[in-house]
């Protein structure tokens, strides 16, 4: 009792306690200045410079306790919001709102099967055994499926089938399993299973660094070694920033997001310095924009000028080459630790 007394006046911030955005989650909060110990086994951790409180909570549980009030910030995947929205009626009250998309733990969840199996296309699984822990999004996908396919099979026999009104008409049989989803084919447990694929690209992998790389491969090389191949994806995912609608302090809240609004920034871009005669600066500014505009400086040497001028990372090679074919020098690139952008 005397620990949850000094959660009074703390902002209640909701993070992973583990799985694939947890990392990511972490270097992103350490990047932001929120400085705080975990105790071993305890859920929650007390930032030591700022009035916060993190609550360590499953993912999938993150998008409940934002929603409902009981904290007031979390990081989760947008898969999992959107499972969770899946089960609230249009009537029920939305308490949550999308601050900021993070940029990381990219993934598909996708329909899969065995990649020597019968089933070629998502339409063949209509009436046959789909296991996933995505229940809510795959009834929900089977649901429109079954509904347009019957519509389709109206129109040629000339009857009005509507298909399913509801989950409980679905042909398709949805099974919940919480982990280990991609065996459930090779157990005979389903004809298809539902579940997260990772996407790797270099630019995310430059940003975030091995961890996440990690993951991704992972990901991939376990449908892979199942025996497993992709035939539709469900929903697009990455790691969103959600805020209560009614947080207990609202400027708390922007200081937080514009904090890791610059890390993200700081993560995606370089600083590229570069000195150029002041006749080829129109072209050369045009190679480096910037955010804004590049910052121009007179050099002590007539007709020329010094250029500042933020670069996506994943850009840099490109623009030196084309920066030097117009006549730069003295072409420097420098990281970029945090940043603040309005």
């Known amino acids: 009792m ?35 110990n975990r105790e071993h086994r305890l859920d929650i951790a007390l930032v ?24 007031d910030l979390g990081i989760t995947g947008r898969d999992q919001v959107a499972e969770h929205d899946k089960v609230i009626s249009s009537g029920d009250y939305h308490g949550w709102e999308e601050v900021l998309d993070l940029g990381f733990g990219s993934c598909k969840l996708q329909i899969q099967v065995p990649e020597e199996g019968e089933i070629k296309d998502v339409q063949q699984l209509v009436g046959k055994h789909v296991a996933t822990s995505f229940v809510n999004l795959t009834e929900d996908f089977f649901a429109t499926l079954e509904r347009e396919q019957e ?16 989950q409980k008409d679905l042909k398709t049989r949805i099974t919940f399993i ?28 430059l940003s975030h ?21 992709a035939i539709a994806t469900v929903i697009e995912s990455t790691a969103i920033l959600i805020k209560s609608k009614k947080p207990c302090n609202p400027s708390l809240v922007d200081l ?8 993200i920034t700081a993560q995606k871009y370089v600083l590229c310095q570069y000195n150029v005669k002041r006749s080829a600066l129109d072209v050369a500014v045009k190679i480096t924009p910037g955010k804004r ?25 490109t623009v030196m080459d084309d920066l030097s074919m117009v006549g730069a020098h003295d072409i420097l690139v420098l990281p970029i630790s945090n940043s603040r952008m309005a």
Request: charged share 20%; hydrophobic share 45%; glycine share 10%.
């Open 2 to 36: 005397e620990f949850v007394s000094h959660l009074e006046n703390r902002l209640l911030f909701a993070v992973p306690k583990k799985g694939r955005l947890q990392q990511s989650t972490l270097d992103l909060l350490h990047g932001s200045d929120i400085l705080f």
């Open 151 to 166: 519509q389709e099979d109206g129109r040629t026999n000339g009857t009005a089938n509507e298909g399913p009104q509801s």
């Open 178 to 205: 919480s982990g280990s989803v991609e065996t459930a084919c090779a157990l005979g447990v389903a004809d298809a299973v539902v579940d997260l694929v990772g996407a790797l690209n270099r630019a995310t992998v």
């Open 48 to 71: 030591k410079n700022l009035p916060i409180a993190l609550v360590f909570l499953p993912a999938a549980d993150i998008p409940t306790f934002v929603g409902e009030g009981r904290v």
């Open 256 to 263: 937080i997001a514009s904090r890791i609004r610059g890390v």
């Open 209 to 229: 660094g091995s961890s996440l790389a990690h993951f991704i491969t992972e990901s991939g090389d376990t449908m892979r070694a199942q025996g497993l191949k």
């Open 293 to 317: 505009a590049p910052t121009v400086n007179a050099l002590e040497e007539d007709g020329w000028v010094a250029v500042s001028s933020m670069v996506e990372k994943k850009k840099i090679a």
